[in-house]
């Protein structure tokens, strides 16, 4: 019997071997085959179809990022990856492809599984939450249509937008004051974590000018901590195996949020907090949420009024005083808008007022840095599930049940795009430029290049906001201190960590130390009693 075997050249570890590198030969020859002639170019991993996967967890968004920026002639390629597959999008005319596809190429199935994840909703939320998701016309509309409906056209611009920019700007300013006026602090001989300044009171703030004078953090100082713990955390709540055990911190600290906001809720305190949140409030009850889910979905605006914000403002006022050319063009920039206030009596010497709409319009210098950092912080991608088979922009194939990603990261360093100096802070590329004719021009830029408030439907409706709020804030800073490096020389612009999922814009990847000083020129005098008009 089996006397070939006799024969058969190979041990039986050798064998064994050729058995699995044959093995391995087909499944990596699997992984490569397109489900589709249409369907745009594989990129198969070493590992077949876990490899990608195993990757992204262990580098973050930077591990996608990079197969993007080594594969800059595909506008859109195709990751194997477990029964299904990852398409990544590239380029800005296809972005805005997928964006117009909204119908099959949807983000709003994504939001239950996300959310149910980072925000521990329980079985019974996530099942009113699942209905009618994504109604068509005269169709029931469920919770989370309702409330996008309501957050979009209240943050559009008109007369809400304008209350709840002023109501931010003033609440950043007691906030900047309150900080002056502590001699102590603000002193220059202590250095200070940048980021941790900006992130305490925005944060203060942002919890104030939303949730009222009595928001769970102003009762209770200690929730700041925990509020950034379960940011620092989120990546690890969203993978969700004993969250408990693998997100200790992060799940501890969402959970004390939680009961904190439950409180909240139960002790009717959002009656004094904004219109905005006492509608979401107001529309999660008649759906069906309990108080508990409720103060969980409440935890999720705080979260995006919070996080974003923050981090933009720290790399805006570090590009900005890390200059001293620039810090002098955009203190001049707003130190021209300042308009006298006027009382009955005419004039009012000693008072000013900042007009939010003239920071936007008449200091251009000022934006452009908002934008730029933008730009260069912002590495997230746009996610959307394919519903049907698809083709896009009738050329390439999407298969059902596959996700589609835009790469923000890859588009925002396209030098193509942006030009030769893309990894450089350049906010001068954000500038009108006089052409020989003498006429003013943007730069030509696809206006889906630039992804930092996303696009299409998860074009983010805090954009607005965003903007009013940060341009205020930044703009105190700038009239009312002085912040330098501790060794008197150039503060040093540490690089972003991009080896982390990005949930929101990029933190540095060292913490940058500081000297705060309160000036003590004629414009640092009027921000005492500085007003905010739109
Ligand atoms: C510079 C600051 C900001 C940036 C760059 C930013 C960016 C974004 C992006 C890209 C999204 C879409 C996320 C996705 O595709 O899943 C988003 C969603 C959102 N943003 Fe912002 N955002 C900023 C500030 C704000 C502020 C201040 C608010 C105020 C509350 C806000 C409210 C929201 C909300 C409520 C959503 C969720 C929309 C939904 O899922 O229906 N954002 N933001
Ligand atoms: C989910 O909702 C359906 C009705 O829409 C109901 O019949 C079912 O019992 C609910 N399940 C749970 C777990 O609440
Ligand atoms: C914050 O901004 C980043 C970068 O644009 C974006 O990807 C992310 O979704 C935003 N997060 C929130 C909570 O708005
Ligand atoms: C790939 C990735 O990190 N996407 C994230 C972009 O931002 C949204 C909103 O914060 C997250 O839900 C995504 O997971």
């Known amino acids: 019997m089996f006397h070939f075997l006799d024969e058969w050249p190979l041990s039986p570890i050798a064998t064994c071997a050729v058995i699995v590198f044959a093995a391995y030969g087909m499944m990596y020859q699997y992984s490569t085959q397109k489900l589709h002639a249409k369907e745009p170019a594989v990129i198969a991993s070493g590992i077949p179809f876990i490899g990608h996967v195993l990757r992204m967890m262990l580098s973050g968004?930077?591990?996608?990022?990079?197969?993007?920026?080594?594969?800059?002639?595909?506008?859109?390629?195709?990751?194997?990856?477990?029964?299904?597959?990852?398409?990544?999008?590239?380029?800005?005319?296809?972005?805005?492809?997928?964006?117009?596809?909204?119908?099959?190429?949807?983000?709003?199935?994504?939001?239950?599984?996300?959310?149910?994840?980072?925000?521990?909703?329980?079985?019974?939320?996530?099942?009113?939450?699942?209905?009618?998701?994504?109604?068509?016309?005269?169709?029931?509309?469920?919770?989370?249509?309702?409330?996008?409906?309501?957050?979009?056209?209240?943050?559009?611009?008109?007369?809400?937008?304008?209350?709840?920019?002023?109501?931010?700007?003033?609440?950043?300013?007691?906030?900047?004051?309150?900080?002056?006026?502590?001699?102590?602090?603000?002193?220059?001989?202590?250095?200070?974590?940048?980021?941790?300044?900006?992130?305490?009171?925005?944060?203060?703030?942002?919890?104030?000018?939303?949730?009222?004078?009595?928001?769970?953090?102003?009762?209770?100082?200690?929730?700041?901590?925990?509020?950034?713990?379960?940011?620092?955390?989120?990546?690890?709540?969203?993978?969700?195996?004993?969250?408990?055990?693998?997100?200790?911190?992060?799940?501890?600290?969402?959970?004390?949020?939680?009961?904190?906001?439950?409180?909240?809720?139960?002790?009717?305190?959002?009656?004094?907090?904004?219109?905005?949140?006492?509608?979401?409030?107001?529309?999660?009850?008649?759906?069906?949420?309990?108080?508990?889910?409720?103060?969980?979905?409440?935890?999720?605006?705080?979260?995006?009024?919070?996080?974003?914000?923050?981090?933009?403002?720290?790399?805006?006022?570090?590009?900005?005083?890390?200059?001293?050319?620039?810090?002098?063009?955009?203190?001049?920039?707003?130190?021209?808008?300042?308009?006298?206030?006027?009382?009955?009596?005419?004039?009012?010497?000693?008072?000013y007022r900042l007009s939010i709409t003239d920071l936007k319009d008449r200091c251009p210098m000022l934006v452009a840095v908002y934008r730029e950092c933008l730009r260069l912080g912002s590495d997230n991608y746009s996610t959307r599930m394919v519903k049907e088979d698809t083709l896009l922009a009738d050329r390439y194939f999407l298969k059902k049940g596959a996700v589609v990603q835009i790469a923000g990261g890859v588009i925002h360093s396209d030098q193509s795009i942006w030009g030769d100096n893309v990894d450089d802070f350049n906010p001068g590329r954000f500038l009108e430029r006089k052409q020989q004719s003498g006429s003013m021009r943007q730069n030509q830029i696809h206006p889906a290049a630039f992804r930092a408030f996303g696009g299409g439907k998860t074009l983010c409706p805090g954009r607005h906001f965003a903007m009013n709020e940060i341009l205020s804030f930044v703009s105190l800073v700038v009239l009312m201190f002085d912040i330098k490096a501790p060794n008197g020389d150039r503060i040093n612009v540490p690089k972003k960590n991009d080896g982390v999922l990005p949930v929101h814009i990029l933190e540095p990847i060292s913490p940058v130390e500081v000297l705060i000083s309160r000036r003590r020129d004629k414009y640092a005098e009027i921000c005492s009693n500085i007003e905010f008009d739109v």
């Open 61 to 351: 968004g930077k591990y996608i990022k990079n197969i993007g920026m080594r594969n800059r002639h595909l506008p859109i390629f195709t990751l194997p990856v477990p029964r299904s597959r990852i398409y990544i999008v590239t380029d800005p005319s296809l972005a805005a492809a997928v964006q117009r596809a909204s119908k099959v190429l949807s983000f709003t199935p994504i939001i239950p599984e996300v959310t149910e994840r980072v925000l521990g909703l329980d079985k019974a939320t996530m099942n009113i939450t699942r209905k009618n998701l994504d109604p068509g016309p005269g169709d029931e509309r469920g919770f989370l249509a309702d409330i996008q409906d309501m957050v979009y056209a209240w943050f559009g611009p008109g007369s809400y937008l304008n209350e709840i920019s002023l109501d931010a700007a003033r609440d950043l300013r007691s906030e900047v004051l309150a900080f002056a006026a502590l001699e102590a602090h603000c002193s220059p001989e202590i250095p200070m974590d940048l980021l941790a300044w900006v992130r305490h009171l925005v944060t203060v703030s942002t919890a104030k000018y939303f949730y009222g004078p009595q928001n769970p953090i102003a009762l209770d100082p200690e929730l700041e901590e925990c509020f950034w713990d379960f940011d620092h955390g989120l990546s690890k709540l969203l993978i969700n195996m004993f969250p408990s055990v693998t997100a200790g911190k992060a799940y501890k600290g969402r959970e004390q949020l939680v009961k904190a906001l439950e409180q909240y809720l139960e002790n009717g305190h959002h009656k004094l907090g904004s219109m905005i949140v006492q509608k979401r409030v107001e529309i999660a009850l008649q759906h069906g949420w309990t108080l508990r889910a409720t103060a969980r979905s409440e935890l999720s605006f705080l979260f995006a009024g919070i996080v974003n914000a923050t981090t933009s403002s720290f790399w805006i006022l570090l590009q900005i005083f890390a200059e001293p050319q620039l810090l002098s063009i955009v203190r001049e920039e707003i130190a021209q808008i300042l308009r006298p206030t006027e009382s009955d009596k005419g004039p009012n010497p000693g008072n």
